[in-house]
């Protein structure tokens, strides 16, 4: 009987040191979970902001008749769900004005809706880098990066993006 518990005491030791380090050991920080919003109502809040954005500035550059044209049919297309056929006209548009600051954000709203987040960050920071830093272009921008940070629970990332929108405003002189 005796030869039997001396063949377990051995083994305490490594059972205790295992139960021990299990215990010092930390879980892995969790992934964020994106949020349930839709990528329909992500593109949604971007369009939105640029609409809100009452800024005295609001840069039009000359347009390229033949970009404009491919740029509604892109619209047109997204419309109607055809997200392929829209982001084939937008590519268009981009090899004839690759620094378009406007190609590239509705380049970077189609991203959204076809999940494709990565291009969509790359797209609208581009834009804004391109564009005036003003303005209802510029509040897209924004509101791709807010609507982007906020799909991963960012928290603070969604803070410092939605201050950027609101800097996009240059609000007008009072006169009275």
């Not at 000359?62 to 049919?73: A, I, R």
């Not at 834009?127 to 303005?135: A, E, F, M, P």
Request: glycine letters at 6%.
């Amino acid at each position: 009987m005796l030869s039997r518990p001396l063949r377990v005491l051995p083994l305490v030791p490594a059972v205790v040191a295992g139960v021990l380090l299990a215990a010092c050991s930390q879980p892995a920080p969790e992934a964020p979970r994106p949020t349930g919003k839709s990528n329909a109502a992500m593109v949604a809040e971007i369009q939105a902001a640029g609409q809100r954005d009452k800024s005295v500035i609001n840069v039009h550059p000359l347009v390229d008749p033949g970009v404009t044209s491919l740029q509604e049919g892109a619209r047109n297309d997204e419309r109607n769900g055809q997200f392929d056929a829209a982001a084939a006209k937008l590519e268009m548009a981009l090899k004839r004005v690759p620094d378009s600051p406007d190609v590239l954000q509705d380049r970077a709203e189609l991203a959204v809706y076809m999940s494709n987040y990565d291009l969509a960050a790359k797209l609208a920071q581009q834009s804004w880098s391109l564009g005036s830093k003003q303005g209802p272009l510029c509040a897209r921008n924004w509101q791709t990066m807010v609507e982007l940070r906020q799909r991963v629970n960012d928290t603070a990332g969604v803070a410092a993006a939605s201050k950027s929108v609101e800097d996009c405003r240059e609000a007008g002189i009072q006169r009275f």
